[in-house]
């Protein structure tokens, strides 16, 4: 096959009878051309790595969960390695964090095994030309995901202390006024807000309450 509109795909998935549906389906699309298989991501990441005949793919449609290397971890790499490939993540599963790390991992969608046919060719589309396509209920637990990374992940490195400083900050504090409250010097909490500034990379006090905020650290109401 050739010609600008016409995309080389490798499906990747550890169930042969998916593989062998996807294949049949996508090779009736003029602009689709099933050009390798691998049943796990060590498999896909080898055969790229040692190049595939005929030519590589450009898109890949790449299960979520498989034994030896998942779709996460193999996206990770092929994205490091060919980053001008394409991957749309198709999975049964739909979990906030796993839609998350797919995405972070490198994959353009994640589409549900569910979707009609059309939507998927709709999907792959759209990843060919680098355009995120996801349903509803995927966006959704993206959005989830990341709200909830943001609000009980970690504390951006910063001590305990660092973070009772920042809090204090966000009420609108004075250093006098933190260093009493904390039963510290004044010199302490010069010395936190730099690291405080420093670690966050913001420039003023100003946007460190806004970061609070933002992260939901502060008590509202």
Same mark, same amino acid.
């Given at each position: 096959?050739?010609?600008?509109?016409?995309? #080389? =795909?490798?499906?990747?998935?550890?169930?042969?009878?998916?593989?062998?549906?996807?294949?049949?389906?996508?090779?009736?699309?003029?602009?689709?051309?099933?050009?390798?298989?691998?049943?796990?991501?060590?498999?896909?990441?080898?055969?790229?790595?040692?190049?595939?005949?005929?030519?590589?793919?450009?898109?890949?449609?790449?299960?979520?969960?498989?034994?030896?290397?998942?779709?996460?971890?193999?996206? #990770?790499? =092929?994205? +490091?390695?060919?980053? %001008?490939?394409? =991957?749309?993540?198709?999975?049964?599963?739909?979990?906030?964090?796993?839609?998350?790390?797919?995405?972070?991992?490198?994959?353009?969608?994640?589409?549900?095994?569910? !979707?009609?046919?059309?939507?998927?060719?709709?999907?792959?589309?759209?990843?060919?030309?680098?355009?995120?396509?996801?349903?509803?209920?995927?966006?959704?637990?993206?959005?989830?995901?990341?709200?909830? #990374?943001?609000?009980?992940?970690?504390?951006?490195?910063?001590?305990? #202390?660092?973070?009772? !400083?920042?809090?204090?900050?966000?009420?609108?504090?004075?250093?006098?006024?933190?260093?009493?409250?904390?039963?510290?010097?004044? +010199?302490?909490?010069?010395? %936190?807000?730099?690291?405080?500034?420093?670690?966050?990379?913001?420039?003023?006090?100003?946007?460190?309450? !806004?970061?609070?905020?933002? +992260?939901?650290?502060?008590?509202?109401?």
């Amino acid at each position: 096959m050739s010609g600008v509109n016409q995309w #080389r =795909i490798m499906i990747v998935d550890d169930h042969d009878m998916v593989r062998a549906g996807l294949r049949t389906y996508l090779m009736l699309e003029p602009k689709f051309d099933v050009v390798a298989e691998a049943s796990d991501g060590e498999e896909a990441v080898r055969m790229l790595r040692e190049g595939i005949d005929g030519g590589a793919p450009n898109l890949i449609l790449m299960d979520l969960m498989m034994p030896q290397m998942d779709g996460v971890e193999a996206t #990770r790499i =092929i994205m +490091k390695e060919f980053p %001008h490939l394409k =991957i749309v993540m198709l999975t049964s599963f739909l979990e906030d964090e796993k839609v998350v790390a797919a995405i972070e991992a490198g994959a353009v969608s994640y589409v549900l095994k569910t !979707v009609s046919a059309e939507e998927l060719i709709y999907a792959l589309n759209g990843a060919a030309k680098g355009m995120p396509v996801m349903t509803s209920d995927v966006s959704q637990a993206l959005t989830r995901g990341l709200r909830q #990374r943001t609000t009980q992940g970690t504390n951006e490195g910063l001590t305990e #202390r660092e973070k009772e !400083v920042l809090l204090l900050i966000a009420e609108g504090r004075a250093n006098k006024e933190i260093a009493d409250e904390l039963h510290i010097s004044i +010199k302490t909490v010069k010395t %936190h807000v730099s690291n405080l500034l420093m670690k966050c990379e913001l420039e003023d006090r100003t946007q460190l309450a !806004v970061f609070a905020h933002r +992260k939901g650290w502060v008590k509202t109401g």
